[in-house]
């Protein structure tokens, strides 16, 4: 017996098949159309990168459990990219002198991390990013909350399914120095402790806190100051809320788009400001969807020139998880709109000829490779979604004509050669 090789794909990896490929591309075609609409230019890059770029820029959790790594034969250590956003700096910063800053850009990498397969995390997976580069102003943080307002609304979710919740590791810093009293020395360690805030229990979090050296006093009043919510701003240094890109967007109209969390930190360590995630708020799917921020100084890995940035990622099993939850998903698109079927196997180039002109007015149609009966063509047609058939017949072929059936009816009627897309078309209308 022959030893098969199993069909499987890669633990972690995924299989689409044409019906899940059809909903996927509707699901970022709407996507692509909104940012491009807002003047975002799409860009890629390749799937090997230097694995140092993501040592240095990506965090601990990415570079020491999550990266794949390989040396190739020249000795180089590549890594398949985890995320995009070191590689757009590198990109911004080996074009910079040609860009005119600021600049808009999206792309739609798939991405590789090496985690335990669960709800909502693979080990290979597709995103959109969009990010804003070149610019300080408050505004990129408005338009980038805006953007994603407009990307959820183009999905059909309405503002009370999802809620972007915002953030400043700077006003974090200062909350957690100046009012629940952590030193400096433990800041690091603190942040990554409110990182997991919602993740853990309260007692998994005190014995963590406790681990790292605060008191009891001081864990209770850490939680204190992270249930605060927008009160907590007034407690800050005023230097502190002035320099503040957020703080300037909740003073704005824009405040409206979001809810200021003091724990949200995402947890990538190039991150220098302003983060934000956004949360599904069904009680069936309680988690972050995405999430993204500001970073001042990511392309110093490549150029002295300081370019700063603002973005995030759109991961799309989070996002699909979602659609699923509040019934959003689209349905699979049928796999053509009109099949043209010769009666016999001579009108087969008759066939092509009218399958010509049908796709030349913009509708998906095929023919059959093999020629058979009528009856088995037919009940083809009906399970590939067809609205329609053009059927080539001897008799009204030499008179000019073609028949137009309606699936949906099974009315039909003859009509001229010329006229069969017409007819076709308004059976879809």
């Given amino acids: 017996m022959p030893e098969y090789l199993p069909t499987a794909p890669y633990k972690g990896t995924r299989d689409f098949l044409p019906a899940e490929m059809s909903v996927r591309t509707q699901v970022f075609g709407h996507l692509y159309d909104v940012l491009e609409r807002r003047g975002f230019l799409r860009y890629d890059g390749p799937i090997l990168e230097s694995a140092e770029i993501y040592e240095r820029k990506s965090g601990q959790e990415i570079a020491d459990k999550q990266l794949y790594t390989l040396t190739d034969k020249g000795g180089r250590r590549l890594a398949l990219r985890p995320e995009m956003t070191p590689s757009v700096a590198r990109m911004i910063a080996g074009s910079a002198k040609s860009l005119s800053f600021p600049v808009r850009w999206y ?38 909350f805006e953007l994603v307002h407009d990307l959820m609304a183009a999905l059909g979710a309405t503002p009370d399914m999802f809620v972007l919740r ?45 681990e790292i050296g605060l008191s009891d006093k001081q864990f209770e009043k850490l939680a204190e100051t992270l249930d605060a919510g927008e009160a907590l701003l007034d407690e800050l240094p005023a230097e502190v809320r002035e320099q503040s890109n957020l703080v300037r967007v909740l003073n704005s109209s824009a405040g409206s788009l979001v ?39 990511l392309a110093s890995m490549f150029t002295p020139q300081q370019i700063p940035g603002i973005g995030f990622g759109m991961g799309d099993v989070t996002l699909i998880d979602f659609l699923d939850t509040h019934g959003l998903t689209p349905a699979p698109r ?11 196997e001579d009108l087969s180039d008759a066939a092509r000829s009218v399958a010509h002109s049908l796709r030349a007015a913009g509708l998906r149609t095929s023919t059959p490779i093999e020629h058979r009966k009528l009856g088995k063509e037919l009940t083809r047609a009906d399970k590939a979604g067809a609205a329609a058939v053009v059927i080539i017949g001897q008799e009204d072929w030499a008179a000019g004509n073609v028949t137009v059936r309606s699936l949906a009816t099974r009315e039909q009627n ?7 897309p017409a007819a076709v078309q308004a059976l879809l209308a």
């Fill in 166 to 210: 915002v953030n400043d590791r700077n006003l974090l810093s200062s909350a957690l120095t100046d009012v629940a009293g952590v030193s400096e020395d433990h800041l690091s360690q603190v942040f990554a402790l409110v990182d997991r805030w919602e993740k853990y229990p309260r007692e998994k979090l005190a014995e963590s806190a406790g």
């Fill in 334 to 344: 049928s796999e053509v709109d009109v099949m043209v079927i010769p009666v016999t």
């Fill in 259 to 297: 809810k200021y969390e003091p724990m949200i930190v995402r947890g990538l360590a190039y991150y220098t400001s302003t983060v934000f995630e956004v949360f599904d708020t069904s009680p069936e799917n309680r988690r972050a969807l995405f999430g993204g921020g500001r970073y001042s100084d």
């Fill in 414 to 420: 003859p009509v001229a050669i010329a006229d069969a």
């Fill in 107 to 144: 792309s739609h990498p798939n991405c590789h991390r090496y985690e335990a397969p669960q709800r909502g995390r693979v080990r290979e997976h597709w995103q959109i990013n969009a990010d804003i580069f070149g610019s300080d102003s408050a505004n990129c943080e408005i338009e980038i």
